[in-house]
Each structure stands twice: as C-alpha cells, then as structure tokens.
DNA sequence: GTATACTGTAATTATATTTATAACAGATAC
DNA sequence: GTATCTGTTATAAATATAATTACAGTATAC
C-alpha cells in the first residue's frame, strides 16, 4: 500500500490532537516523519476533498475542517490510495492461445477490486477520533 | 501487493485447468508471463507447503497435489504475500517528545493488520476452482 | 512596499523494491 | 554420458517510492 494513506492518517490525528490549532507543513513533517513538501502534497489532496484548511502566507498552516467522529479511513483511503491493493505487475498475455493466458488479469483484477472493497467495509468504521483513541491506549501501556 | 501471489494463483489455474498433466517452469512462465527462475521460486514454496509435486530431472515438472475445490486464495496468498498490505514506510518516531509520534506506527500497523484480516476472510471464500470459473465466464464474455 | 513566512507544485535526485536474467549444482530419464 | 529438468543463489536491470530542491504565489507585519 502507498504510504500517501498513512501520512494522511497521521497528519489529521495531530491536527485532531491539537483540537483547533494550525500546524505547518514543517512541525507536520517534523512529527510524521518526513519532509515538508511531501506533507504539503498529500495535505493539499486532503484540502480538495474538505478536510482541511489551508491559510498561505505568514502565520499560516494547515487545520481540521471536519469532525474527527465522522470521517473514517475508508474515505481517506479513497483520496490517497484507492487501488493500491492491486500489483502494477500482470499477469497472462491477451495475445496468447490459452483461455488462461488470455482471461488471468482480468480475474485477477476483479479479485484484487473485491477484496480492496472488503478492506474498505473495516476501514469504514474506524474514524479518525477511534484512530485517536488508538494512540491514547498505546501511550498508556508504555 | 506482491506479485508472487497473482503468480502462484495463475499457475495453480493452470494445473488445475491441464488436469492431471504435469508443466515445466518454461510453459508456465510462458503462459503467466515471467521468467522461468521465478517460477521456480514460486512454485518451490507451493511444493514446500504440499499444493503441487515436482519431479526434477528429464521429463519432469510441476503437477497439482491439492484438490482445486478445497484450496483457498487466503492460503496462498498466506504462504506468498503475507503482510504485503502494509506499506515499508513507517511514520512517527518513538524519540519524538510527542504521543502521537510515539504511537502511530504502532496503532498504523494495528490496523493494517486488521484490514488485512478482512481481505482474507474474502480469500477464504474464494476457491481455485472458482478462480478458474471466472475465467471461463470472462472467457465466454468475448 | 518590502521583508518574512508560509503553501502549491513541478522537477530532479536518491533510495528501495521488484523483476529479469544468468549461472550452476543436483536429479532423473534415456 | 548426455539431455532435460528443478532448486537456488547472485547479479543486473527496471520500476516505484521517497527526499530534496526550487521557485511561483499568497498572506502578514512592519
């Protein structure tokens, strides 16, 4: 799976930590783990869909422009990474004299769409206030 | 996803669709459309957990050694693919003076597991004998 | 209006992963 | 013994991913 997902994840966590305060693309980066302009790529998909704000200029940032409780990680995952389940790899040959040369990628394909919609049944009913809650039970047990 | 599954799904259809006739690596990377050495490499786990025979030496190959009706996909993609949802990349820091950061590769790899999960409850379902009835239906399409 | 501090985005470089290929030992049939 | 196969490792090539650089655009403060 594309990492785009996790640190979408991640970046609406903090900024759900941090209630209603902004954050830069640099103290985001600094906590995912990773550098500033990849924060603002993947933020900027999440400003499209209308997760967050964006303020440009001085003393701008990024904040939370929904409610924890109500968006899951099934419609983050759709934003970042809908169709990774499957390998770019395929298999067969549209070309070949073999029923199963020629009809594998197409299965396979169906197989990999159906099993990314099971995954995304779960991923459905985890928000990202539960994802919250998570890390609160994980720091507990340190 | 890794892509030895989508080989070990195409290669077990094959078998399964050649009946009882055994195949070399060569005809099989032929039809899946990779090299020979993959296969073999593939199909060398498969061997090692019981689902085809090999025979080495002149005349040899690869034959079927489970009952296509039985065997799931959650089992092969068990033995190849295992924790392949799960992207490399890992987000936070547990250094970082932050509960977040802490905690979110831990909470991450939780739920990555979990989706996981839920994709192979659906594989559980999905037999080898299906597989290769999909392919005749998307066959018969055209 | 100019300096400063941000985002938005594209281009480039670096790194990691995946796939293909080569090579050869070991096994079996003839 | 020779030809034909698998098993396995090593290496090279291709591809995908992530980091970095660069700079235009925008808002703020002075």
Known sequence: ???????????????????????????IADNVGTHPARVRKVLSFLRKAGYVVTKEGSGGGYTLACDPDEVSLAEIYCITSIGSIK??????????????????????????????ERMMTYLEQLKISDVLERVRVQASKK
Do not use: K
């Open 87 to 116: 390998p770019s790899w395929c298999s067969g040959d549209e070309e070949e004299d073999c029923m199963i040369a020629c009809n594998m990628a197409d299965v396979m394909d169906g197989i990999f769409s159906e099993a990314e």
């Open 1 to 27: 799976m594309n990492s785009e997902f996790t640190i979408a994840v991640h970046s609406l966590v903090l900024l759900a930590y941090r209630s209603d305060r902004s954050a830069t693309s640099e103290y």
